[in-house]
């Protein structure tokens, strides 16, 4: 297990280092000069345009100021952004943020999600299924600014039971009802995985001896259907999970969250190179922390599974 | 400037009905019975794009931050005529050479007093070369400027005594104390200059409000301000501060005020503009200010120069349906255009001669297209570039259609993906198309919707226009004396624009916005953004 462990760890080396230098490119092969941009629709004088791209090392070429990225990433300098503030200063404000706002979501995803799907799947066919799965369909087909507009205009503006968008801070209370919004879209496919899932357990034969041995379903359910159920479930909101902390531009921009997905957008638009690449560095490490534990997480859920050697 | 970010786009809702252009008037003052002088008023903004240095300040998210913080030797009001707040008086027998004397015993918020050499200090920063400040161009008028080494001291200004300074410029410009409300010439204390960068996270200024203490800026959430209890001109605060809050579309600012979330808007989503007015009835704006959106087509295109180009350029003119655009793809929120600068800057008229080539007339448009055509017939496509990422795409598409109607010509957007990539091709001459202009003024005067656009080499001059009577027209203007006199001659250079249409006007910039029930005395300035400091709210 360990070494498993380690491997996966000096994996991610190379990983990270290729994506830091394909974004790098990326960024820098993105067109338009963004000191120009700094200027509206104003012309700047040359001069002042030149003094200022040698100030972030924009007249050097590309894999020099990779370089010199690189160089100061090792020395604990990610860089700071035209406004003066240091990217690390951003990363340390918006990741909690995003990252409450994903726990929250994932909490109310898993829980209507799973129970939902249990029910479905206990009950096949009956009237509750039958309704879960309209919703589920309808809820799947709506795009997410949709449920996030119709929610801000009933919640929000017309029964005034939570604030119209997030306040300074970001408090839980406030990112309720964007985590529903989020919720919506994955309880969908959660409470259908789920279901697929139980009816398919339910047939095996593990469930059946357990029935027999005259256990009563009180324990059934959740020991040996539930748990088993749950593998492709824990794997989707685990991926889930990484795909919500990389930032829900969408739902931050209505909810106007202070979060990675905004400030993404933001310095994309602005050319902000530094921010940007550290962004997306960062994002990378949580995918791959993630995926590692999803793969740890099957070991416990499923004991058939061993990471030997 | 106002670079305007992407909201995610609402459902609009096809509005019928006609929209009065007519501005809303702001709040009358009424009573103040339940206004506290304590509550504070909330705002929308955005993240300022660079320090809060007033020299770097140049985009709408952090000059409505120093403007309220720093106050400078004059200011504008509602109407955008200049007084004076820091100054005394501003003197000047030749338009060349100012004396200034600023008020005695004024201070920034952390004691240092506010003296000529705040107003000297600052303006060499933000002068200097190495300093690459972004409004640096403001202080190339005064004597020994230069883009090409680094002055550390300009030699045109000097410091008389403590409250005292004059400013000699290299030729007369007349409208230059008009410039002095600006933000690029706030004073600076001397301490900011220590550490600039620290000074730009957590500035002091001499303004109506103040930063309400250290990390008062929370980066992408808001900024609070206080009163400052030691400012002592025209623009004191009767509230008890101002929360700007930082919103990444304008959507969710909307959403706020009809929760109730905030107090004043200066900005309404294009989902919400033909409801607005009667949503927020009797709380609403929608007002031309001093900004105008031009399109230009460079000489230096085929078919566009001499006097087959003037043809076509009038012809281009005459075949756009202004009214038609203002009222269908904006609500009624543009106001169509009359001439270059725009309606609320002093000397502005709507018949200067030859302005009727910005009338819709699709016959004679059809007539002058034709006349171009017997000269070097036209063939392949007209089109306008445009950055995709602000908005504009409906405007533009509809300007095309229209050409592509009234003349029976192929013409169509050019669109380019990100702002960035749109100015550098305007910047470095490669944009191959016409494209769309737009001048926000940085002061209310004519000469600045004219000088930094159409005279030859000038810094914005983005169709490389050149008319010697232009440029003389211009000299003469600024070195009169007279603000009339000079407005006179700066009307000439328009009654020749018309003729030579380096830029095609197309229509003025409204601000809309609405307020919640809880303020009162709300009033949008000149250039858009709400007179904060007479703003009354109650708890």
Not at chain 2, 25 to 30: E, I, K, L
């Amino acid at each position: 297990m360990a070494g498993y462990i380690v491997r996966r760890v000096l994996q991610a080396i190379p990983v990270l280092l290729g994506t830091t230098f394909l974004i790098y490119f990326m960024v820098f092969a993105m067109p338009g000069d963004p000191i120009v941009a700094l200027f509206g629709d104003k012309t700047p004088p040359p001069q002042v345009i030149e003094q200022l791209r040698a100030r972030y090392h924009f007249d050097q070429p590309f894999i020099v100021q990779y370089f010199i990225f690189l160089g100061n990433i090792f020395r604990g300098d990610l860089g700071v952004a035209f406004s003066g503030q240091p990217v690390s200063e951003i990363l340390g404000a918006t990741f909690p943020v995003t990252l409450r706002l994903a726990a929250l979501a994932v909490f109310f995803e898993m829980v209507a999600g799973i129970s939902v799907g249990l029910i479905s799947g206990l009950r096949k066919g009956g009237i509750f299924d039958a309704s879960a799965l309209v919703m589920s369909l309808i809820l799947i087909s709506l795009p997410i600014f949709v449920v996030a507009f119709v929610a801000q205009f009933i919640f929000g503006i017309q029964l005034a039971w939570f604030r119209t968008t997030v306040g300074s801070g970001a408090p839980i209370q406030d990112l309720i009802l964007p985590a529903i919004v989020l919720a919506t879209i994955s309880f969908a496919q959660i409470s259908r995985l789920t279901r697929a899932s139980v009816i398919d357990t339910e047939g095996q034969d593990f469930v059946r001896t357990a029935a027999s041995k005259g256990l009563p379903r009180t324990r059934i359910v959740p020991v040996h259907i539930l748990r088993n159920s749950l593998i492709p479930v824990v794997t989707y909101l685990a991926v889930d999970f990484g795909t919500l902390m990389v930032g829900a531009t969408v739902t931050e921009g209505i909810f106007n969250v202070p979060g990675v997905g905004r400030t993404l957008y933001q310095a994309i638009i602005r050319g902000e190179g530094p921010t940007v690449v550290a962004f997306v560095t960062i994002m990378v490490l949580i995918y791959l922390v993630v995926n590692l534990l999803v793969d740890l997480l099957y070991a416990v859920l499923d004991p058939r599974i061993r990471y030997a050697k | 400037m106002k670079i305007k970010r992407i909201g995610v786009a609402a459902i609009a809702l096809a509005a019928a009905g006609a929209l009065t252009l007519s501005g809303c008037t702001a709040g009358t003052p009424s009573s103040t019975e339940g206004a506290s002088s304590s509550a504070v008023i909330t705002t929308n903004g955005s993240e300022p794009q660079n320090p809060l240095i007033p020299t770097n300040t140049n985009e709408t998210g952090g000059s409505k931050i120093t403007e309220s913080i720093f106050a400078g030797l004059v200011y504008y009001d509602a109407k955008g005529a200049p007084h004076n707040d820091v100054a005394e008086s501003i003197e000047t027998d030749d338009s060349q050479t100012y004396t200034i004397k600023i008020r005695d015993g004024l201070k920034f918020t952390n004691g240092e007093p506010v003296d000529a050499n705040s107003f000297v200090d600052a303006w060499n920063y933000g002068a200097a070369l190495d300093n690459a400040q972004l409004n640096s161009y403001f202080f190339e008028g005064i004597e020994g400027f230069s883009y090409d080494e680094n002055v550390a001291e300009l030699p045109g200004l000097k410091v008389v005594d403590d409250t005292t300074f004059t400013v000699k410029l290299t030729q007369p410009e007349s409208d230059f104390p008009l410039r002095l409300g600006y933000t690029a010439f706030k004073p600076l204390p001397a301490s900011a200059f220590d550490d600039l960068a620290a000074f730009g996270e957590n500035p002091v200024g001499n303004g109506p409000y103040m930063l309400d203490g250290e990390g008062a800026w929370k980066h992408n959430e808001k900024i609070d301000l206080v009163v400052n209890p030691d400012y002592d001109g025209p623009l004191k605060p009767v509230n008890g501060g101002l929360s700007i809050v930082f919103y990444a579309t304008q959507e969710a600012s909307y959403a706020d005020l009809q929760g109730g979330n905030v107090d004043v808007l200066d900005q309404i989503p294009t989902g919400a503009l033909a409801s607005y007015e009667s949503e927020f009835e009797g709380r609403s704006v929608n007002q031309a200010f001093a900004g105008i959106q031009t399109f230009t087509v460079p000489s230096r295109l085929p078919h566009f120069s001499d006097e087959e180009g003037k043809l076509r350029l009038a012809a281009l003119s005459k075949a756009i349906n202004r009214e038609e655009i203002t009222d269908v793809i904006f609500e009624g929120t543009r106001s169509p255009a009359h001439d270059f600068t725009a309606p609320v800057i002093d000397g502005y008229s709507e018949d200067i001669k030859g302005a009727d080539v910005l009338e819709f007339d699709a016959d004679a448009a059809k007539d002058l297209w034709a006349q171009a055509d017997a000269i070097s017939p036209w063939s392949g496509t007209f089109q306008i570039g445009y950055n995709a990422d602000g908005g504009h795409g409906p405007w533009v598409d509809a300007v095309a259609n229209q050409l592509k109607n009234n003349l029976g010509i192929d013409a169509s957007g050019a669109p380019y993906p990100t702002f960035a990539e749109f100015r550098t091709a305007i910047t470095d001459r490669t944009i191959q198309t016409a494209f769309r202009t737009g001048w926000q003024a940085d002061y209310p005067a004519l000469y600045n919707f004219l000088g930094p656009i159409y005279g030859t080499g000038a810094g914005s001059n983005d169709g490389d226009y050149s008319n010697p009577e232009v440029d003389s027209l211009l000299d003469e203007g600024l070195s009169e004396t007279d603000l009339d006199a000079a407005n006179e001659k700066f009307q000439q250079v328009q009654e020749i624009l018309f003729e030579d249409l380096p830029a095609i006007p197309l229509w003025y910039y409204n601000v809309n916005g609405a307020w919640s029930e809880s303020v009162d005395n709300v009033e949008y300035g000149w250039n858009s953004v709400p007179l904060y400091y007479q703003i009354t709210k109650s708890e």
